[in-house]
């Protein structure tokens, strides 16, 4: 309240808040005492309010700064839907095997899954490739050593043995992108969509025990980002060995191709270790959605 000793007075206060660009609401009591009340009902120009799946009122901002800050209201507005999509939790072999290595080691229990295992012919072609690499992987490395000097005495003889295992090792490792590939692409166009049966879909792959964990849809973006990025720096080192001979072939090329091409899933993998996908996360909404 404002106290006012005449009329004149009264009037110079109502005519400062009329002036004023806030909206205000007055009356004058009998004892002359003036009564203002603000309230500020103008439309929001710049922001509009939207209610997410969770019920809850958000502010999304016509124009974020960065884009860093675009990614993140991304990844804060993807990891909104996923609290109320139910988890499967089903961990299949990985759960068998931690059960047989949790305490000792089970041989027999293990026997029994890998003649399980191996029955299966994409397994037998899975283990037929690791075998393959790593028997040409060790010869190469035996070569390279200077290990075979002595059944190989030349050095034309050795640099055949060198380029021939390198060749086969980037067949090999080229033939599991081209398979591993269209998956993670797969995988991609799952995480752009994100709808909840891909939720779950993609939890079963990327998330521990296949449940909820804290903004998993920027996590499982970077892990297949990184995997994506092996695939394309192999393509590259493909090309660089069957596109040169030996003798022309860029060696600074193949480096950076070799180095990106190994390091990009060892980052991925030690970063899935690191962030909550990796590891086990109880949340509340997840377990009343299942139930």
């Known amino acids: 309240m404002i106290p006012t000793s005449n009329g004149g007075d009264l009037m110079e206060v109502q005519e400062d808040l009329a002036s004023s660009s806030t ?26 309010p939207r209610r997410g799946n969770t019920g809850r009122l958000s502010i999304i901002p016509s124009n974020l700064a960065s884009p860093s800050a675009k990614v993140q209201h991304i990844a804060e507005e993807k ?3 996923p609290q109320s999509v139910p988890s499967s939790g089903s961990q299949g072999f990985q759960k068998r ?24 012919p994409l397994n037998m072609v899975l283990f037929l490739w690791i075998s393959c690499v790593a028997v040409s992987g060790a010869i190469l490395f035996l070569v390279m050593t200077g290990m075979l000097n002595g059944a190989l005495p030349k050095k034309s003889q050795r640099d055949t043995w060198n380029e021939v295992n390198n060749q086969i090792l980037n067949a090999l490792f080229t033939l599991m ?26 939890r079963n792959i990327y ?3 296949g449940t909820y964990k804290p903004n998993e849809w920027a996590h499982m973006m970077v ?38 091409g190994i390091a ?3 980052i991925a993998f030690v970063y899935y270790i690191l962030n909550p996908l990796g590891k086990e996360y109880v949340s509340g909404v997840d377990e009343e959605a299942q139930i």
């Open 223 to 260: 892990v297949v980002v990184l995997l994506h990025v092996s695939c394309f720096a192999q393509y590259a080192l493909c090309s660089l060995n069957l596109g040169y001979e030996r003798s022309h072939r860029p060696a600074v090329g193949v480096d950076i191709c070799l180095s990106v």
């Open 177 to 202: 992108c081209l398979y591993q590939h269209p998956m993670l692409l797969d995988h991609l166009v799952l995480l752009c969509r994100w709808k909840p049966k891909d939720i779950s879909a993609l």
């Open 97 to 120: 095997f931690s059960g047989i290595l949790a305490k000792k080691i089970n041989w027999e229990s293990l026997m029994t899954i890998g003649k399980e295992w191996i029955k299966k």
């Open 23 to 48: 909206p205000y609401a007055y009356t004058a009591n009998e004892n002359g005492a003036l009564q203002i009340s603000t309230s500020r009902k103008e439309p929001l120009s710049d922001e509009n």
């Open 79 to 81: 990891d909104e839907i």
């Open 207 to 209: 998330c521990k025990n």
């Open 264 to 266: 990009a899933p060892a």
